[in-house]
């Protein structure tokens, strides 16, 4: 098995069991933002790949999809969920703020060396501060969607 068969796994253990840990707050509230999250990693992750900006030479279903199904529908799902539950709803804007680039650059970082190192992911005109910028904006609308669904579960917004 390879370097990037053996990262994978360990992507796939270290995730599961964050899952659980996470799921077990409040599962019905941390499954939808983890869905979510898939729909919209899925749709701006096919998009980068089709245009051919990113690429991943090693990927676990080589024929059903060109992009990570890992990170795109495991990784970065259970990430948005951490950000989620533990958000720091009473802090000020600038302290919010960085949370969000700090879990950004929690995804930015790995990914670099990962991209530099391994052959799990390649650059095609694509460059680190994208990854980040798109991680933050993408974390944004995941809680701008968790908002959203935690009103209509507590009757405002006219949810029952």
């Known amino acids: 098995m390879t370097v990037e068969r053996w990262l994978l796994a360990g992507v796939y253990v270290v ?3 964050a899952l659980w840990v996470v799921h077990r707050q409040e599962p019905r509230t941390v499954q939808a933002v983890f ?10 992750g096919l998009l980068v790949v089709e245009v051919g900006l990113l690429e991943y030479p090693v990927r676990e279903f080589r024929i059903a999809t060109r992009t990570s199904f890992a990170f795109e529908f495991l990784v970065f799902p259970a990430i948005a969920c951490y950000v989620n539950m533990y958000y720091p709803r009473t802090k000020d804007p600038l ?6 680039a700090a879990f950004a650059s929690g995804v930015t970082v790995p990914e670099y060396f990962i991209e530099k190192y391994t052959d799990l992911i390649a650059y095609n005109g694509w460059a680190w501060y994208w990854t980040f910028i798109s991680v933050l904006i993408s974390l944004m609308a995941s809680r701008w969607f968790y908002n959203w669904f935690v009103a209509g579960e507590h009757g405002r917004y006219g949810g029952t």
């Open 35 to 44: 869905l979510f999250q898939q729909c919209l990693s899925w749709i701006l």
């Open 95 to 100: 302290l919010k703020f960085g949370y969000y």
């Open 15 to 17: 995730t599961l069991v």
